[in-house]
């Protein structure tokens, strides 16, 4: 449907805006990580400041 030109011209921005989401979800932003659930973090030492 993109590559042909007479839907192109139909396209408004809201409807490419629309479409972003197919182009972008392949990509992960923020890295890939492996989640240990037997591991704990060593926070000894680590001040953890009160919400807010």
Same mark, same amino acid.
């Given at each position: 449907?993109?590559r042909?030109?007479?839907? &192109?011209k &139909?396209?408004?921005a809201?409807d &490419?805006?629309?479409?972003?989401?197919? %182009?972008?979800?392949h990509?992960?932003?923020?890295?890939r %990580?492996?989640?240990?659930?037997?591991?704990?973090l060593?926070?000894?030492?680590v001040?953890?400041?009160p919400?807010?």
């Amino acid at each position: 449907m993109l590559r042909d030109a007479a839907w &192109r011209k &139909r396209l408004s921005a809201a409807d &490419r805006r629309g479409l972003t989401a197919l %182009f972008w979800s392949h990509l992960n932003l923020y890295g890939r %990580f492996e989640l240990d659930m037997n591991r704990h973090l060593e926070l000894d030492g680590v001040a953890l400041s009160p919400p807010g």
